[in-house]
């Protein structure tokens, strides 16, 4: 049996195919990133006119790969929200067309509940009852799942999403977008102690908020500004009269501001999703999300599961960022529960689990 995956919530348009052992027979991708980074973020009307575009030959590319035809699939599965509702449209509405066409069955899939089952994607997959922390663009959110559609929602931002700040400092720092990996790359060279920001732990709730970080860090960046952006206003660079080492002064405090916060971001989703294990006491946690492909939080969740003796599960990281596999692994879940969507299936901006 194989199943469609579609994703087009965001500015990735994705496709895949995925059987019913949860093997992924093909998984492709076809980013936007070079559209939307002179912009420094998404750009929605652009994101969904390059969707109209790629889709039909990111799905046949996806067939092509799977070496199947559209006449061998069991059902297409396909994200209906949360996301921008342009892009959601197109996905959705290319479902519908190969749902009737081909008279296979049409299933809905929310995009976090994608994200949560891309962890079965694997030949260990979790148990349940487990703790998961989604963690992307749009959302940063800790659930408690007891099975299959079973998703208790324990806590989630209050503002920005980890990922959003992560773009935010990246078009702060001059880095563009998405800022996530260019940050994870720099900071590796950083000091994550140069700069002790404050961590908003929150220790009365779940809840995330990182806006006052990013305020945090524009600040930061003001005040090194000199540095930063014009060396010449610099006096110290200035009389250096070596450009070469005037550069690499302005690199290793952009480094560091990079790996400060990072370390401030990461420290907040391992403290709090320790928290989360000791209050539902569940023992097993998933990480999933753009930011799940961090080098440093996947290594500090791991490093805490041994400390804890909490199993911890991690898909790989091309899984971590927006695909399609995760949907149809989603979707195989609904096709044997016998949920399936309507022609009148209409895309959701606001979509919680
Ligand atoms: O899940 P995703 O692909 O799309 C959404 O559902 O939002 O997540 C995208 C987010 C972006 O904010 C991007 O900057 C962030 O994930 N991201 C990362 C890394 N790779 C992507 N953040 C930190 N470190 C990374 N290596
Ligand atoms: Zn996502």
Same mark, same amino acid.
């Given at each position: 049996?194989?199943?469609?995956?579609i994703?087009?919530?965001?500015?990735?348009?994705?496709?895949?195919?995925?059987?019913?052992?949860?093997?992924?027979?093909?998984?492709?991708?076809?980013?936007?990133?070079?559209?939307?980074?002179?912009?420094?973020?998404?750009?929605?009307?652009?994101?969904?006119?390059?969707?109209?575009?790629?889709?039909?030959?990111?799905?046949?590319?996806?067939?092509?790969?799977?070496?199947?035809?559209?006449?061998?699939?069991?059902?297409v599965?396909v994200?209906h929200?949360?996301?921008?509702? @342009?892009?959601?449209l197109v996905g959705c509405s290319f479902a519908k067309a190969l749902s009737f066409s081909?008279?296979i069955?049409l299933?809905a899939?929310?995009?976090?509940?994608?994200?949560?089952?891309?962890?079965?994607?694997?030949?260990?997959?979790?148990?349940?009852?487990?703790?998961?922390?989604?963690?992307?663009?749009?959302?940063?959110?800790?659930?408690?799942?007891?099975?299959?559609?079973?998703?208790?929602?324990?806590?989630?931002?209050?503002?920005?999403?980890?990922?959003?700040?992560?773009?935010?400092?990246?078009?702060?720092?001059?880095? @563009?977008?998405?800022?996530?990996?260019?940050?994870?790359?720099?900071?590796?060279?950083?000091?994550?102690?140069?700069?002790?920001?404050?961590?908003?732990? #929150?220790?009365?709730?779940?809840?995330?908020?990182?806006?006052?970080?990013?305020?945090?860090?524009?600040?930061?960046?003001?005040?090194?500004?000199?540095?930063?952006?014009?060396?010449?206003?610099?006096?110290?660079?200035?009389?250096?009269?070596?450009?070469?080492?005037?550069?690499?002064?302005?690199?290793?405090?952009?480094?560091?501001?990079?790996?400060?916060?990072?370390?401030?971001?990461?420290?907040?989703?391992?403290?709090?999703?320790?928290?989360?294990?000791?209050?539902? @006491?569940?023992?097993?946690?998933?990480?999933?999300?753009?930011?799940?492909?961090?080098?440093?939080?996947?290594?500090? #969740?791991?490093?805490? @599961?041994?400390?804890?003796?909490?199993?911890?599960?991690?898909?790989?990281?091309?899984?971590?960022?927006?695909?399609?596999?995760?949907?149809?692994?989603?979707?195989?879940?609904?096709?044997?529960?016998?949920?399936?969507a309507g022609m009148d299936l209409n895309p959701?901006?606001?979509?919680?689990?």
């Amino acid at each position: 049996m194989f199943i469609l995956g579609i994703d087009t919530s965001c500015d990735d348009t994705a496709a895949a195919v995925v059987d019913n052992e949860f093997n992924i027979i093909s998984n492709i991708v076809s980013s936007q990133s070079d559209i939307h980074a002179k912009y420094g973020g998404i750009v929605p009307e652009l994101a969904s006119r390059r969707h109209i575009e790629m889709i039909w030959p990111v799905v046949d590319e996806a067939l092509k790969a799977a070496g199947i035809r559209l006449e061998d699939l069991s059902a297409v599965a396909v994200c209906h929200g949360p996301g921008l509702i @342009g892009s959601l449209l197109v996905g959705c509405s290319f479902a519908k067309a190969l749902s009737f066409s081909k008279n296979i069955p049409l299933i809905a899939v929310n995009h976090l509940e994608g994200h949560i089952f891309s962890c079965f994607l694997s030949t260990h997959p979790p148990d349940f009852p487990f703790i998961s922390l989604v963690v992307s663009g749009g959302h940063t959110s800790l659930y408690r799942v007891d099975g299959f559609g079973s998703y208790k929602e324990l806590g989630r931002t209050r503002d920005d999403a980890a990922g959003e700040a992560y773009d935010k400092v990246s078009k702060l720092l001059g880095l @563009g977008y998405p800022g996530g990996p260019v940050i994870d790359g720099l900071a590796e060279d950083g000091n994550p102690e140069a700069i002790d920001f404050s961590r908003p732990y #929150m220790p009365e709730s779940l809840d995330f908020s990182f806006s006052g970080l990013k305020t945090a860090v524009r600040s930061k960046i003001q005040d090194t500004r000199y540095m930063i952006h014009d060396e010449g206003y610099n006096p110290e660079v200035k009389k250096s009269e070596d450009v070469h080492r005037a550069s690499c002064i302005v690199h290793q405090v952009i480094k560091d501001i990079a790996a400060s916060f990072q370390a401030c971001i990461v420290d907040v989703l391992v403290r709090k999703t320790e928290w989360a294990v000791g209050k539902e @006491g569940v023992k097993r946690v998933t990480l999933s999300g753009g930011v799940a492909a961090n080098g440093e939080l996947r290594r500090r #969740m791991k490093e805490i @599961g041994n400390e804890k003796g909490i199993e911890i599960f991690i898909p790989s990281v091309s899984l971590c960022t927006d695909n399609a596999a995760m949907i149809a692994a989603a979707g195989f879940h609904h096709l044997r529960a016998g949920n399936f969507a309507g022609m009148d299936l209409n895309p959701k901006a606001y979509l919680p689990l």
